[in-house]
């Protein structure tokens, strides 16, 4: 089988785009990424050059460039992860985001609904979105896959409108399409601009760590290797034309995350506790900051037996002795190394 996967020089689409090309050595893995600001292919340096792994720098928004692929390979399915994603860049570039997250889309969608005319049947465009296109919810209840949407950042209404053209195909053109909404993923390979990311590079090095308004905002956290063992389950056996819902159980508000973040690199870095703490800055709310995301998984486990398999204390404790460990990791993508990795090792060899 040939897969297309978008967005696998990324944070999530890393770890996906590792766990397919592992764990199935018959299937042969396309990795198209644009390699933005967030694309980082010394993430993937550990399978780049298996022989089922193909990477392809472009853009999905290039409608010719993405005829040119699907004609070329002629892949038999996609996984859809490329896009603009951090809410405060959607804030102050909103254009960017429909571009990548809503055109983007739609011109997959229209190649592989021409491309797959005569056995449409036969294929899959499974699309990666996120809870967010829910809207906000108050102290009590969850998001189930019945939530009706309710974007409030730019990001999120890019991705729900994103979701509802995948909807359109499915419905209208009968494209065989899946869709999963995750919450808050954490892990290796983030980029240091999302809280946790951010929030271990400043920690490490002694800098203030931002916290938005007072601190009082709930995510539902999830370590990313058991959002791209999600993936590969629904994938394989998620039915067509569903929506999966994927969350961790885990709700943490962004004060009590960064104190215990604050506690571990403490006992880690040998710091005396409270040390870090002292850290934590106080900073002007985000505009029109979601309160609370919370995420009802129980149909992905009870249809399809998914679990998360690390508790949030184990998953956080191993981010953080990775980014401890890879300090080079953190250096390259603040200096901005890192955007010379492609031409070193692609172009130039
Ligand atoms: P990311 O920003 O780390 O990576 C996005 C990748 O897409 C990058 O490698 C980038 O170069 C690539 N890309 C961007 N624009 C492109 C374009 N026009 N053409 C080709 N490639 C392009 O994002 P992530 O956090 O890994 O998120 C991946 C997907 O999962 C996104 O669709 C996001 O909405 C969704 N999601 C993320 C989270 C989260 O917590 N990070 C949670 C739920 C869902
Ligand atoms: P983020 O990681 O940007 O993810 P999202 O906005 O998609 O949930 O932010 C997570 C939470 O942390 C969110 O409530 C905003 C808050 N936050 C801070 O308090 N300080 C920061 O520096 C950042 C980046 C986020």
Not at 10 to 21: A, E, K, N, P, T
Not at 87 to 94: C, E, K, L, N, Q
Not at 255 to 272: A, H, S, V, Y
Request: net charge negative.
């Amino acid at each position: 089988m040939k897969i297309l996967i978008t967005g696998g020089a990324g944070f999530i689409g890393s770890h996906v785009v590792r766990l397919f090309v592992n764990k199935y050595p018959n299937y042969q893995i396309f990795n198209l990424d644009k390699l933005t600001y967030a694309g980082n292919l010394a993430n993937l340096t550990d399978i780049e050059d298996k022989d089922n792994y193909t990477f392809l720098k472009g853009d999905i928004v290039d409608a010719a460039y993405v005829d040119g692929i699907f004609n070329e390979h002629q892949f038999d399915a996609v996984v859809h992860l490329a896009a603009e994603s951090h809410v405060d860049r959607s804030i102050t570039d909103p254009l960017a985001f429909v571009y990548t997250n809503v055109i983007g889309t739609v011109n997959l969608l229209n190649t592989a609904r021409k491309q797959w005319a005569d056995n449409l049947q036969d294929h899959v465009f499974y699309h990666i979105s996120t809870d967010e296109v829910y809207g906000s919810l108050g102290k009590e209840g969850l998001f189930t896959e019945e939530t009706a949407y309710d974007p409030r950042s730019p990001y999120s209404a890019s991705k729900a409108s994103s979701d509802h053209f995948v909807r359109a195909y499915y419905h209208t053109y009968g494209l065989p399409v899946k869709i999963s909404n995750c919450s808050n993923n954490y892990g290796p390979n983030h980029f240091p601009e999302k809280l946790i990311p951010l929030a271990i590079n400043n920690i490490r090095n002694e800098k203030p760590v931002p916290v938005y308004g007072k601190g009082e905002n709930v995510r539902d956290w999830l370590y990313v290797i058991d959002h791209a063992r999600a993936i590969d389950v629904i994938f394989h056996e998620g039915k067509v034309g569903e929506t999966y819902n994927i969350g961790g159980v885990n709700e943490w508000k962004n004060l009590d995350l960064i104190e215990l973040l604050c506690d571990q690199m403490d006992e880690k870095l040998g710091r005396e506790q409270g040390h870090s703490r002292k850290l934590i800055t106080f900073v002007k709310d985000r505009a029109g900051h979601d309160l609370r995301y919370a995420i009802d998984s129980s149909k992905l486990m009870n249809e399809l037996g998914w679990k998360p398999s690390v508790t949030f204390e184990e998953g956080l404790s191993k981010t953080v002795d990775w980014y401890l460990q890879h300090p080079e990791w953190l250096e390259n993508v603040t200096s901005g190394n890192y955007q010379s990795y492609y031409d070193q090792q692609y172009v130039s060899r």
